[in-house]
């Protein structure tokens, strides 16, 4: 008996695994699309464009940006957090609790690391620089804390009037002075 043979593969097998025959530029009467850049073009272009390290006055600028960049990042969430702050509503629900928590913990954890968040962008030349940066990045935290405080109070939560005081302005009699009809 003879053994089975093999039918050839197809044919999108064989043009799929053999790569397509190079055409010559004078061979094709069509022109390259406008922006289209063929091989050739694209090697010289690169051996043409060879980049240049940055220098430490460029990069100390580009730390610089990027610092700023980061230290007004939390003015950028203010508007968000005041309408997320008006719509929650004032109520004592989960979602305002939660919000106001939020409220409070992003921005003492922001200030508590400022040092380690400006650590990788800090250098010899930027030292003096840093310390406005880091001033507005700590001052743009504590808005974010007024806001919190104003939810808070917005809430009800604050003893702000004198109602709230009340309880703690008079003294309370005792049980054993109140005097009991028989």
Not at 34 to 55: D, I, M, Y
Not at 125 to 153: D, F, P
């Amino acid at each position: 008996m003879s053994e089975k043979e093999i039918p050839p593969p197809p044919r999108w097998v064989v043009e799929l695994n053999s790569p397509p025959p190079s055409r010559s530029k004078s061979a094709s009467s069509l022109p390259d699309p406008p922006g289209f850049l063929s091989s050739k073009a694209v090697s010289k272009k690169s051996e043409q464009k060879t980049r240049k390290p940055p220098t430490q006055e460029e990069m100390d600028t580009l730390k610089l940006k990027k610092s700023w960049e980061i230290a007004l990042g939390p003015a950028k969430q203010l508007p968000m957090q005041a309408i997320m702050g008006y719509m929650s509503g004032n109520s004592l629900q989960i979602f305002s609790i939660m919000m106001v928590f939020m409220l409070f913990k992003g921005p003492l954890q922001a200030i508590a690391q400022t040092n380690s968040t400006f650590a990788r962008l800090e250098g010899e030349n930027t030292r003096s620089q840093m310390l406005g940066v880091k001033a507005v990045y700590v001052l743009m935290n504590c808005l974010l804390l007024a806001l919190g405080i104003w939810k808070v109070n917005a809430m009800g939560l604050l003893p702000t009037t004198r109602s709230d005081w009340l309880a703690w302005e008079y003294a309370r009699t005792p049980l054993e002075r109140a005097y009991f009809p028989r």
